[in-house]
């Protein structure tokens, strides 16, 4: 069947760019054939980690809608802010969260990462410092990231990248990613484990 994709942005605030950014990667995703399966990080939402609140197998409600999601679908994307040149605190916690999870559910998982950021780098270097606990846990990062600069302006009124050659970058990212999550489904050799 089709390809699924999980699709959220790690900004809990109205109005977020990279909310928009991710509202317009599941557009595109949709355009060119794919399932989107689009979540709020509202609904992964989890209290600060504590090993002493791992009793009794213990895992919070986010957590658990977490590992349900990146389950039921083929890869997941995620729209990134940069907080102090790293990844938010919140995406970070929840990662975390996820990995006590046996089998550990980001193994052999495909990503993409793409960030959304009022200044001049994009959040890039939010994107670099995501990679590490994804790639830690076996997640396949795909290696190209897409940082969109000064996003504030970066949007037309119909929520596309107003710059042509820098939407169509955006597409062809996504839809390179796309393929390469397709391939992967028939080549069992390589698939989930
Ligand atoms: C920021 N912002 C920011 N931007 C950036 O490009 N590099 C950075 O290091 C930081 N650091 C940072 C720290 C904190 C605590 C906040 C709240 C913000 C600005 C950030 O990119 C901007 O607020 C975005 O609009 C946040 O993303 P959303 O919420 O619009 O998706």
Redesign the pocket.
């Known amino acids: 069947g089709h390809t699924s994709f999980l699709v959220f942005?790690?900004?809990?605030?109205t109005?977020?760019?990279?909310?928009?950014?991710a509202e317009l990667a599941a557009q595109v995703i949709q355009k060119n054939g794919g399932t989107v399966d689009f979540a709020s990080m509202v609904e992964f939402d989890c209290p600060s980690f504590n090993q002493d609140l791992e009793v009794d197998n213990y895992h919070p409600k986010g957590a658990e809608e977490f590992r349900k999601r990146i389950l039921a679908n083929d890869a997941f994307i995620i729209?990134s802010?940069?907080?102090?040149?790293?990844m938010p605190g919140i995406i970070k916690n929840m990662i975390d969260w996820v990995s006590r999870y046996r089998p550990q559910p980001f193994h052999q998982h495909h990503a993409l990462l793409m960030s959304?950021?009022?200044?001049m780098?994009?959040?890039n270097?939010?994107l670099w410092s995501l990679r590490i606990p994804l790639e830690h846990l076996g997640t396949r990062v795909y290696p190209d990231m897409f940082s969109l600069a000064t996003?504030?302006e970066a949007f037309d009124t119909s929520g596309s990248i107003a710059d042509e050659k820098l939407a169509k970058r955006f597409e062809d990212n996504l839809v390179s990613f796309m393929n390469l999550v397709e391939a992967s489904k028939h080549y069992p050799c390589i698939k989930k484990a």
């Open positions: 942005s790690a900004s809990l605030r109005g977020s760019l990279n909310t928009k950014l729209a802010p940069e907080y102090n040149g790293s959304a950021s009022p200044s780098a994009g959040g270097r939010g996003a504030h």
